[in-house]
């Protein structure tokens, strides 16, 4: 596969931080590395996986670290101008896909409307890459009879949706015991010298592995070995059907969409703001950044944490209250 020829080159990189004029998202301006005259859209907006509080950081990495411009989007409630995760059907500042070289994903279930979603499916029929975490297997729920309806996770002539037709997967189930056991990745030796995964070394998150079941064109980089606990030192789970087989937690896909384009798509299963904490499956996304733009994957890219990263525990109603997007740009 064309995505698993890449290499190395790092220039550590300042960045100074720019706020949209309406402070409805969130930018970050790098000014020098690599990445520098590249663009990333980070889209969040899931109840969840705390997507409002890994993804900053995430961008914050990309831009102070290598240079990439970054743009943070939110779920937000247009009445309060707060962030909301509750709130399904608004999501500011999609134009800036636009200008988008990469869009990284955390989403679950929404239902933009039309003038927000057309801007998400342009970029995509546009042919460009793609970094879907966590929940993004069922980004969508577009009603039966509605514009994008086909987008949808539970969809039927579009079957599973954008989640099975592009990411490789759809909403199935919890594989792993939910907010009890974790995933420790295993990569698969045929893939190790990928340099996607270069540099990526005790994988572990401590949401549960997904039941994914990824098409036969999916490469799998890595899969999720079911712990006994949320400790990154924990053994496997004593249920060994669990774990015979594992199931897949990373994986690559070259989909050709139906403007006839093909994207570059990366499905982790894992992401949410406390897996973010771990190291490598920082690298790991900042390596496909780099592939998925064109760069040369460094040997050791540098992730470590901008300012002070104190995740929330994820959970339904785990989201803090009160907060805008202007006071993440800080």
Do not use: C
Request: avoid cysteine; glycine fraction near 8%.
């Amino acid at each position: 596969m064309k995505l698993l020829a890449l290499l190395p080159a790092l220039t550590l990189a300042t960045a100074t931080l720019a706020t949209a004029a309406d402070q409805q998202w969130i930018s970050f301006s790098g000014q020098a590395g690599p990445g520098k005259g590249k663009h990333i859209v980070f889209l969040s907006g899931d109840e969840e996986y705390r997507s409002e509080e890994g993804l900053p950081q995430l961008a914050r990495i990309l831009s102070q670290r290598h240079g990439f411009k970054t743009t943070v989007l939110f779920s937000v409630n247009p009445k309060t101008g707060e962030i909301d995760p509750k709130t399904t059907d608004n999501e500011p500042g999609m134009e800036q896909l636009d200008s988008a070289d990469l869009v990284i994903m955390l989403l679950r279930f929404r239902q933009w409307p039309d003038e927000q979603m057309k801007h998400f499916v342009d970029y995509y029929l546009s042919g460009k890459p793609v970094i879907a975490l966590r929940t993004s297997t069922h980004a969508f729920n577009f009603k039966p009879g509605t514009t994008y309806a086909r987008y949808a996770w539970g969809a039927k002539d579009w079957v599973g949706g954008f989640g099975k037709q592009v990411l490789g997967e759809t909403w199935v189930a919890h594989h792993g015991k939910h907010k009890v056991e974790g995933t420790r990745g295993i990569i698969e030796p045929a893939y190790a010298q990928v340099p996607i995964l270069r540099g990526v070394t005790d994988l572990f998150a401590d949401t549960d592995v997904y039941t994914a079941n990824p098409p036969e064109d999916a490469t799998i980089l890595v899969r999720g070995q079911v712990t006994a606990s949320l400790d990154p030192a924990s053994p496997p789970t004593t249920e060994t059907k669990k774990n015979e087989p594992m199931q897949p937690v990373v994986w690559l896909r070259t989909p050709k969409n139906e403007a006839g384009k093909t994207n570059k798509v990366l499905t982790t299963t894992m992401g949410s703001a406390t897996d973010l904490k771990n190291e490598s499956l920082r690298r790991l996304l900042v390596n496909t950044a780099y592939a998925f733009t064109g760069l040369e994957v460094p040997e050791k890219a540098d992730v470590s944490l901008v300012g002070a990263y104190n995740p929330t525990f994820y959970g339904f109603g785990s989201n803090k209250t009160g907060v805008k997007p202007a006071d993440l740009a800080k």
